[in-house]
């Protein structure tokens, strides 16, 4: 005769991995996805697909600069609204204009196979003088989504570009690692996927990793933090960067009070020195463009 063994009452011990389980499940079916065609390749950013006419002005530096500048041969604002392009299939997860040191801004989400695992990156377009896709949009290798810009006439134009390992990082560059932990080296990354293997298969991705969208974007001035005024009396201009208030104003984006011959003769002085500086700088960035870190194989 079989012998017949009491089940035991579940406890709360027992109950708890599988209470864990369930919720973690319920969590994972309500994070966003889509269904993205898996990347057959990556193409750069501009001068589709081999980058042609264009160069790096400024590299990737650890810790500093987690991109590349792209500028076109032919200097200065030359560039201003040529296209860029989609590096890969993929999804549009940000499309808006961050102003800030980022001005317009475009992340892109791709799936591609790499050694039989599915791998994710992000790439990142800022300083757009036009955005052409919106949130959601589903893209292809190739395909036109801005223009090249200056964020508001901020910089000479050209194009940050990023390739992201961790598809967290939104536009909170320090609250992550600043190395390759978190980001690819663009032009290499590029450089060893050029060709993929073409696949049929459609992969699900998150589309909202960054938590309900970008927390810290700039959404207009903040109401609530300006002071209060006696009625009729305008608010406070906030003070600026004598600099950046010269180059805002040659692009028409700030009004200079007229200036006195003492004045005049300062801005000129101030603006030899911008100049010399500009020169180094040049220097630096295309030095540290030729010392480009190589990333290290995965």
Known sequence: MTNLVPRRPATAGSLIPLLLLLFSGAALANIPTAEIRLADGFD????????????????????????????GLAGGNNDLGKPVYAVAHGVVVYSKDYRSNWGNVIILRHAYRDKGTIRYVDSLYGHLNERQVTLGTQVTRGQKIGTIGTNHGMYVAHLHFEIRKNINIALKHRDYAMDFSNYHRPAQFIAERRVLMPEFSRQRVPVDCFGMGVKNVYEGPRLASLPVLPFGQPPPRPPINPVLR???????????????EGDKAASEERNKILNQWRTWRRQEMERDVNNDPVEPKQ
Do not use: C, T
Not at 47 to 62: E, L, Q, T, V
Not at 246 to 260: F, H, M, T
């Open 44 to 71: 750069f950013p501009v001068g589709k697909p081999d980058g042609a006419n264009y160069y790096r002005f400024r590299g990737f530096i650890r810790g500093d600069h987690m991109g590349e500048d792209w500028n």
């Open 246 to 260: 010269e180059i805002l104003a040659r692009n028409g984006l700030y009004e200079l009070a007229p200036q006195s």
